[in-house]
């Protein structure tokens, strides 16, 4: 009942910048987590920045400071603007929406991922 749509993704170079967005569509719950992951060659998949429907944001270590996300929920959209590119940003980034059906019931769903390259 979900789908999730990335674009943004591109080439730039290390020191660039670059935003990302998502647009989700079907039945989006109250209360919910929308954000951003990162699966880069050879590594698993792992978190860049998400926040909640009530503005929480967390962000991966690596990115602090330089990845700004943000989300409109009333549209249903989250964007990343990406700062200070460097090439270990390189991977693809997936769009996520965490959706609290209930508190024993969350369901994750996942775009079909934006390539971002970050050449040195």
């Known amino acids: 009942q979900v789908q999730l749509v990335e674009s943004g993704g591109g080439l730039v170079q290390a020191g660039g910048s670059l935003k990302l967005s998502c647009v989700a569509s079907?039945?989006?719950?109250?209360?919910?987590?929308m954000g951003w992951y990162r699966q880069a060659p050879g590594k698993q998949r792992e978190l860049v920045a998400r926040?909640?429907?009530?503005?929480?944001?967390n962000y991966a270590d690596s990115v602090k400071g330089r990845f700004t996300i943000s989300r409109d929920s009333a549209k249903n959209t989250v964007d990343l603007q990406m700062h200070s590119l460097k090439p270990e940003d390189t991977a693809v980034y997936y769009c996520?929406?965490?959706?609290?059906?209930?508190?024993?019931?969350?369901?994750?769903?996942w775009g079909q991922g934006t390539q971002v390259t970050v050449s040195s």
């Open positions: 926040i909640s429907s009530s503005g929480i944001t």
């Open positions: 996520n929406l965490e959706n609290w059906h209930g508190i024993s019931d969350v369901r994750n769903y």
């Open positions: 079907g039945i989006i719950f109250g209360i919910n987590y």
